[in-house]
Nanobody, 123 residues
Framework: EVQLVESGGGSVQAGGSLRLSCAASGTTHLTYVMAWFRQAPGKEREGVAALDYDGTTTYADSVKGRFTITKDIAQNTLYLQMTNLKPEDTAMYYC?????????????????WGQGTQVTVSS
């Protein structure tokens, strides 16, 4: 099993920055693939960024060039650095993990989820 705990959300103005953290504990191989998802009210959960075991990163087109996903392997903590935030980035952000994911930005490929952290961007 894996436990994922997100933190770092908050309220910022457009153009601002936030860094989300996801502390993982439990069975290590179940965190080989980790990703960030977000869900706005009334919308489906969407993949934002993913980091595979070999270091490959994948980003949604809407965040490329603005968001960066990294991982502190020693601490088993996943980060999402978000810059130039826009009002449309407002959502609940979730961390997810699993041992493998065929579609790294597909929520159905992940079994383990955190409780989420809210990001609100005002114009």
């Amino acid at each position: 099993e894996v436990q994922l705990v997100e933190s770092g959300g908050g309220s910022v103005q457009a153009g601002g920055s936030l860094r989300l953290s996801c502390a993982a504990s439990g069975t290590t191989h179940l965190t080989y693939v980790m990703a960030w998802f977000r869900q706005a009210p009334g919308k489906e959960r969407e993949g934002v960024a993913a980091l595979d075991y070999d270091g490959t990163t994948t980003y949604a087109d809407s965040v490329k060039g603005r968001f960066t996903i990294t991982k502190d392997i020693a601490q088993n903590t996943l980060y999402l650095q978000m810059t130039n935030l826009k009002p449309e980035d407002t959502a609940m952000y979730y961390c997810a993990s699993d041992s493998i994911a065929h579609q790294v930005l597909g929520p159905a490929d992940y079994r383990y989820w955190g409780q989420g952290t809210q990001v609100t961007v005002s114009s």
